[in-house]
């Protein structure tokens, strides 16, 4: 994170500045990524090379430090050093996980860097074009490793994975809590006449035994191999 200034409003007390999420990005990235320019225009690849003092931010920043104006022509001091001219406001996005809410973000064009992550777009199937890529890389600089190769759609299933397991387990204890509710319901309505024993079947890896020596009067539920650790109730009297 950077911390920023904007030139012309009252200057923030030591410590007590604003941050936004950063990212150094080449030129085409956007268009790569498929993140929209709103207003004002893309980096250009000489400004990608010369680290030029221009900057694109997202529409949340844009939202809330500019609400009533055009952010573009606006220059940000970062980290107290170097101003930067806001030259463009890109669409937000949610860059670590779906569901959190999209950051302030700012993007500051730069071709250099210790590591950097590579993205390709391509028309055919992703994984047909990884020794493409590795070759190009290895064309610059034969000793750059490249790692970590993945499909846009796998980051997003990474990210899903815990959403959808966690909604799994809500829908089996939805369920489980249904299946039971309707005995008891089934149960309470029994007629006068009912015989001694009733076996409920049909209910896959589980089996009731219901005596009932007494007309609405249940006893002896027995449910065997109920899934997660539930069969640990196995007898219940009601």
């Known amino acids: ?10 200057k923030h007390e030591p410590g007590k500045g604003v941050t936004a999420q950063t990212r150094i990005v ?4 956007f268009t790569t990524m498929g993140i929209p320019i709103l207003r004002g225009r893309d ?8 680290g030029a003092a221009v900057i694109l931010i997202n529409q949340a920043l844009a939202r809330k430090y500019f609400p009533d104006q055009d952010p573009i022509g606006h220059r940000l001091l970062l980290n107290g050093v170097r101003a930067h001219e806001i030259v463009g ?25 210790p590591q950097a992550n590579l993205v390709v777009r391509t028309s055919v199937e992703p994984a047909g074009v990884v020794r493409s890529v590795r070759e190009e890389v290895w064309a610059v600089d034969k000793d750059l490793p ?7 759609d796998e980051i997003i299933d990474r990210s899903l994975g815990g959403g959808r397991f966690m909604m799994y387990l809500l829908g089996l204890f939805s369920t ?22 009733i076996v409920v079947s049909g209910v896959t890896d589980a089996t009731y035994l219901c005596n009932t020596p007494k007309p609405r009067e249940l ?10 650790g539930l069969a640990g109730a196995r007898r219940t009297t009601l």
């Open 1 to 10: 994170d950077f911390f920023f200034e904007i030139e012309g409003r009252p």
């Open 26 to 29: 080449a030129a085409e990235y």
């Open 43 to 50: 980096f250009t690849p000489q400004e990608a090379r010369d």
């Open 89 to 113: 406001v890109v669409g937000d996005i949610r860059h670590f996980a779906l569901e959190f809410e999209p950051y302030d973000e700012m993007y500051i064009p730069s071709v250099r860097g």
């Open 146 to 152: 490249l790692s970590s190769v993945r499909t846009m």
């Open 176 to 197: 489980i809590a249904v299946t039971l509710s309707a005995i008891g319901t089934a149960s309470m309505a029994l007629p006068e006449n009912a015989s001694d024993e």
């Open 219 to 228: 006893s002896g539920l027995i449910i065997d191999d109920l899934p997660l």
